[in-house]
């Protein structure tokens, strides 16, 4: 399945994802981003077979779309395995997206509000 993200919030976003990719540094995750995306913009960001995949988001206001399962990111563009950080990372905690039909060929939008 292809992964996007649809600003549908009122204000620009960066959206940061975490997929599975195993032997990844001793995890079987990575993470990647920032897309940058201004209300009305999408992105289609991953393709994965993978049932999970995560994401984190956050707005220039500081709003965030979250989650519990936490990792370092950096303050540019990266594509990382799992356990990488940096002396500029933060952390963040991503949602976990859950699809039952992640072999199929098309795009799941998440709508961020």
């Known amino acids: 399945m292809w992964l996007a993200f649809e600003n549908v919030h009122g204000r620009r976003l960066w959206v940061a994802v975490g997929y599975y990719s195993p032997g990844c540094d001793g995890s079987d995750w990575s993470k ?3 897309w940058q995306l ?3 913009q999408s992105a289609t960001v ?12 956050e707005d220039d206001a500081g709003a965030q779309w979250a989650g519990d399962i936490v990792t ?3 303050s540019g563009a990266f594509d990382w395995c799992w356990n990488t950080a ?3 990372s933060e952390d963040v905690g991503m949602r ?6 992640a072999w199929a060929p098309w795009v799941s939008t998440i709508k961020l509000s």
């Open 38 to 40: 201004d209300p009305g």
């Open 96 to 101: 976990t997206l859950d699809s039952t039909n």
């Open 32 to 34: 990647m981003g920032w």
């Open 46 to 57: 991953l393709w994965t077979t993978n049932r999970f995949a995560m994401f984190f988001a």
């Open 72 to 74: 370092a990111v950096p």
């Open 86 to 88: 940096s002396s500029d």
